[in-house]
């Protein structure tokens, strides 16, 4: 699917346009990297070195202002040390599949390009030789699928992410190395990648275009801005504009990817991934300069550590522009059903997204509908999806035979007044509505209709709530410590609301809760064991009733929740 024009809703309320703000520079970048490696430099010994290396390589051969290291001949001796780590690790290294250095030969390539003249041929030939034998392998996996329909999983049996570092590597390599074989097979598959594979939202889809991995989305991104660096392909400069736009407004306040509409993964850090990627554009340089002072000195892999040198490495400096992130009101609706509202201090995720099921442990069924994140508080309902995990979902039926999870089919609508999600099922569907929050008041409200009469059998809905072991969790009835230990509170001890970290939300009357559960973790194809990633299950069952004055004569159910962050006097108070 070659994308040539889409059209997506993206109203930032209060503003016409983004306003430029500042200028954004890669100040932060060089800050990090000669605080880390001054902390390692006495170990170069180190399982990241090509990461370190590259931080060391940019920082001696990078004239800037903000650099205090350039020139320094005391990081290039590091830059060499490091490298001559790497090439031991590969030389010691026996094995044929070497995919295990896709996360670091980027850095490597950079290394030996940025370094090469200052090299002894003995040195130079030395890396070289490791650098072509590591890079044949992802050549032969790159040619092996460049022709074939997709470069989604269900094609080329691995994910997008990989493919876009394997051609990437390839591309990179062809350049460095002088090898026109490589440069035109990199070509071939990363200008495809960035003009056909991408989906019209701005994000390349690993399983189907239906939705986002959104964490594994920052290393595809990556792959092509790394390839703009050098061949300025505009089609490549035009998927980073959609990419830019996808990502801008898909990061919550703390610079974490919003999870409702990742197809992989639950969870996943502020991510150090290709900020440079982002910064051929007003709002990209903002972008890229809210997320790094999440990375600090002392609290920054390795790996990470590399990507931000990358950055600083191909940086665009130029003027900054206001992001949602920045606004008190911005929305923006993707051509999938999927949209995400910022109201200061809420920002809240509706999802409808839906796959074809799969039996890979690495793809997650697209069952949360809906999560809310406060400024202050921050995240208090999560829709991050799971995987054999009905307990989970925001809506699960079992008729004896099959337990449901995923809508069947959905629609969203997004408007000043409110915000509507509607969900099929196999014998009802849901209207969710979300009216405009008021600064210390949210509400959320589930209409359920059965599709047929007397047709639904056992169904619940289930939020997702965001406790904390170790702080105290109030109903009307009772209050409680929470810890690893399991409790259940029935509708007699929650009495209509529950109080925790300073937000209180009132529930229906049959509401049950219940702590800890521990979601799927993919990577260990089982439940998570920390109790950090535990989540509150909030479940009501669906008790459809028989309408008046409709002239069908199917049943419907009316649920709602009010989220307050109000802790004034007339906040309900527990066991009163």
Known sequence: MRIHHFVVLALVALVAAPRVVSAASPDD???????????????????????YMLAAAVLVTKQHPANPAYGDEKFLELAMQLGDVAVSQSERDDSQDRQDYEW?????????????????????ARWRKELERNVRWFAGQTDARIDFPRYQGPFIRTSTNHFALFASTVYLAGRVLKNKEWEELGTRAMHRLATEEQAPGGYWGEFTDNGPTTGYDYITMTCVALYYEHSLDTGALEALRRSTDFHKYFTWPNGEPVETINGRNRHWDVSAWGHFGFTHWPDGRRYAEFLSPFFTAGNVSGRDLGRLSQSALYYHEGP????????????????????????????????????????????????????????????????????????????????????????????????????????AYRTFFVDLRVPRPEPERLTLHFQITEVGPNRMGDAHMNLQLVLESGKVLETAKTKVTLDENRIELGPEEIGGWIRHRGWTLTVDPTARLTWPIYPFNPYSNAPETELRHAVGRLSIPLKVEPQRDWALSWRRQEIAFTLETRMGGDSPRCCE
């Open 104 to 124: 670091e030969i980027h850095f490597w390539l950079d290394s030996y390009r940025l370094l090469e003249s200052k090299l002894s041929d003995a040195r130079r």
């Open 320 to 423: 900054t522009a206001e992001i949602p992130q920045d606004l008190s009101r911005a929305v923006h609706q993707m051509p999938v059903p999927a949209g995400i509202r910022r109201t200061a201090p809420w920002t809240v995720c509706l999802s409808g997204l839906y796959d074809p099921p799969s039996s890979s442990q690495f793809t997650l069924d697209r069952q949360g509908n809906v999560s809310i994140y406060h400024d202050t508080l921050g995240m208090i309902i999560t829709g991050a999806n799971s995987k054999h995990q009905p307990e989970l979902a925001t809506f699960m039926e079992n008729d004896g035979d099959e337990v449901a999870t995923v809508p069947r089919s959905s629609r969203l609508r997004m408007s000043d007044e409110a915000d509507r999600l509607g969900m």
């Open 29 to 51: 970048y060089f800050d990090l990297m000669v605080a880390e490696l001054q902390r390692i430099a006495s170990t170069p010994e180190l399982r990241d070195a090509p990461s």
